[in-house]
Each structure stands twice: as structure tokens, then as C-alpha cells.
């Protein structure tokens, strides 16, 4: 079993910066590709960030893409979302997924244990 935990979301004003961590218990990421999800209220969940299990290949939603960075630290059992130009838009709950399997994957089914979620807020 993997419990995943979610932490560094917040409020923030448009144009600022938020740096989102995943830290995993149980059994160890570094064989997965790991991604971050988002829903905002009244929306379905969707595909923001994706690292395959080396971190060397990357996928990124259109609408946070050259914004936004998804990285991973296989020592530490931990994967970031780094947050820059934030809008209004990008508010959203925010959930760490780790894959099914070690590539990238932008569906959700692809994923198989998620976290609880984390608040991010940007206000205009």
C-alpha cells in the first residue's frame, strides 16, 4: 500500500509562486511515474503534471505548461510541483497520483493510489 501526502498549498495573489510537495509512505516511488491532478469546484479532475520514474521525460497540461515544473526526488521519496505566474484559473484542489506504471500518463485511470488533496487559491 502507498499513502501519498500532499502539502505546501495556499493563497496566493495573481502572478505569484507556490511550491507544492508529495511526500509517499509505504513502499517506494522510484520504479513509477508519478503526476499532480487538479479539480476545481463544480469541474472534473484533470491532468496538470507528469514524471516518468527517472525524471528524465516530463508531460504538462497546455494551460500550465512554461509555467509550471514537475520534479522528483527518488532518494527522498518525494515529488514538487513548482508553481510560477499563477492565475486565477489554477485554482483548484490539488492531488499527487502515483502511476500504474513507470512512464508518463495524463489520464486517470493511469494512476492507481492518490492523495487527499492540497488547496491552492490565487486571487486576482
Known amino acids: 500500500q502507498v499513502q501519498l501526502v500532499e502539502s505546501g498549498g495556499g493563497l496566493v495573489q495573481a502572478g505569484g509562486s507556490l511550491r507544492l510537495s508529495c511526500a509517499a509512505s509505504?513502499?517506494?516511488?522510484?520504479?513509477?511515474?508519478m503526476g499532480w491532478f487538479r479539480q476545481a469546484p463544480g469541474k472534473e479532475r484533470e491532468f496538470v503534471a507528469a514524471?516518468?520514474?527517472?525524471?528524465?521525460?516530463?508531460s504538462y497540461a497546455d494551460s500550465v505548461k512554461g509555467r509550471f515544473t514537475i520534479s522528483r526526488d527518488n532518494a527522498k521519496n518525494t515529488v514538487d510541483l513548482k508553481m510560477n505566474s499563477l492565475k486565477p484559473e489554477d485554482t483548484a484542489v490539488y492531488y499527487c497520483?502515483?502511476?500504474?506504471?513507470?512512464?508518463?500518463?495524463?489520464?486517470?485511470?493511469?494512476?492507481?493510489?492518490w492523495g487527499q488533496g492540497t488547496q491552492v487559491t490565487v486571487s486576482s
Open positions: 514524471v516518468s520514474w527517472s525524471g528524465n521525460t516530463t
Open positions: 497520483a502515483r502511476s500504474r506504471f513507470s512512464g508518463v500518463g495524463v489520464l486517470r485511470s493511469n494512476y492507481k493510489y
Open positions: 509505504g513502499r517506494t516511488l522510484s520504479s513509477y511515474g
